[in-house]
């Protein structure tokens, strides 16, 4: 058996790579939209009904952590429909979100992305591999725990920063968790702060927004789950972001789970950051 260590220099990317195409093959075989509604009638750890689709991507995401298994790797899985697969070592962890944005996927609109995160410990600080695909733009993300983070094959600028009017407002905010109530209930604090609001429908693309420094920022307008927001987070830090998890003890001490625990919130700038904070809380 190999070592946790080892564990952790496993060939992630090119397992995640592989998973993308299973995962285009699969959604390719469901174009339409009656399809991809298709109901399993069960509901998965998040608590969310389960869609044949994102049934099928987590089958060929861990069929690729089968593979590793079989290389001799060892690892805990963490899936948001599955809930944990023992894989024969707990302390590494691997996070996985199938198809992040499942109502897009279903709907036919553009963003829906396969997150995954490989972390040696139980939070967002302990993440070390990162891996976001959003298979609308068809944009692969990544980033290695101090090696920076990387769109399509090319290094991400960790020295962007934000972009403001001259009444001090950033230009545009993600937001996620866009029900109307929760928006309204916001929609002041947001208005004293962005001049424009972006709602992708997918926390780890709209986290990758943060790290392009396409969006100055994002948060969520409520608690997001930790397989949501387990690898852009580290994308977003990677690329000289900052993120916080406000309900949390400290920033970074989301667990990775699929229990909703905190509020997302990720800026180019710190003191962006802390603002958002204030409207997350």
Known sequence: MTSTRSALEADWLGAC???VRGLDQMLAAAPTIAERAAETGSRGRGGDRTLEIDQGAETVVLSELDRLRDEGFRFAAFSEERG????GDSQVKVIIDPIDGS???????PHHALSIAVADGPTMADVEFAFVYDFGPREEWWARRGDGAVLDGTPLDPSLGERRGPDGRIEVVGIESADPRWVAASAEPLAATAYRLRAL?????TLCQVAAGRFDAMLSLRRARGVDSA???????EAG??????SCPEPLAAPLDAAP???VVAARSIETLHRLEAIAA
């Open 84 to 87: 944990e697969v023992d894989y």
């Open 103 to 109: 109502l897009n996927a279903k709907r036919g609109i």
């Open 241 to 246: 972001g900052f993120v916080s998890f406000p």
């Open 231 to 237: 690898a852009g987070q580290l994308i977003v830090r």
């Open 17 to 19: 790579r592989r998973a």
């Open 201 to 205: 429908g997918t926390i780890a693309a």
């Open 261 to 263: 625990s905190s509020p």
